[in-house]
């Protein structure tokens, strides 16, 4: 029988190349010199084991990771807009330090995906898609929301998110996005 932290280990793992994918496309290019999504999706980690126990089963696992997602790079956006204009001139990796002392699998996981060519050639093609269709593959492929829910988040009706949705699906399938298999 599996280990409570075996079992969220490899729900993790089977979910980390979308959770990176979504990072990225999440961060918008003006804050990625403060929030990093390798450090983002490292951050989660280290989250989900802390709360893992109080983790309802009978709620969406992905829903919840997204949900501890969601909070980390709202911290990380909070964070690299307070510290660009107290530490002007610092790299990078000094500006905004979400994690301190990662734990190893967090590291591994977030250096083996930041490698990946599934994940970088997915976020390469969503990130050639319009803001609403961007906006839609995060929202419905990759949240994994109802059309209805991304709808109102992206300010359109629901009719006009399920097509657009449609379309996007249409589109995977024709081309190299259906190998990509984060969604």
Same mark, same amino acid.
Do not use: N
């Given at each position: 029988m599996q280990s409570d932290r075996e079992e969220l280990q490899e729900r993790?793992?089977?979910?980390?190349?979308?959770?990176? !994918?979504?990072a990225h496309l999440r961060i918008s290019p003006s804050m990625r010199?403060?929030?990093? @999504?390798? %450090?983002? +999706?490292?951050?989660?980690?280290?989250r989900a084991v802390a709360r893992y126990d109080s983790y309802d089963h009978r709620r969406s696992f992905r829903s919840?990771?997204?949900?501890? @997602?969601? /909070?980390?790079?709202?911290?990380?956006?909070r964070a690299g807009r307070r510290r660009r204009f107290v530490e002007p001139g610092r790299g990078p990796s000094t500006r905004l330090r +979400?994690?301190?002392g990662? @734990?190893?699998?967090a590291t591994r996981i977030s250096q083996r995906l930041a490698r990946s060519e599934?994940?970088?050639?997915?976020?390469?093609?969503? %990130? !050639?898609?319009?803001?609403? %269709?961007r906006k839609t593959l995060v929202y419905c492929g990759l949240e994994q929301l109802t059309c209805a829910e991304a709808a109102t /988040? +992206?300010?359109?009706?629901?009719?006009?998110?399920?097509?657009r949705w449609q379309r996007l699906r !249409? /589109?995977?399938r024709e081309s190299a996005w259906v190998r990509c298999a984060l969604i």
């Open positions: 993790y793992e089977e979910l980390a190349p979308t959770l990176l !994918a979504w010199c403060h929030v990093d @999504a390798e %450090d983002v +999706i490292q951050e989660v980690w280290l919840w990771v997204f949900g501890i @997602a969601k /909070r980390v790079l709202l911290e990380g956006f +979400i994690l301190e990662c @734990a190893d699998h599934t994940v970088q050639r997915f976020v390469r093609m969503a %990130d !050639a898609l319009s803001p609403e %269709d /988040r +992206i300010g359109v009706s629901e009719e006009a998110t399920i097509k !249409a /589109r995977m």
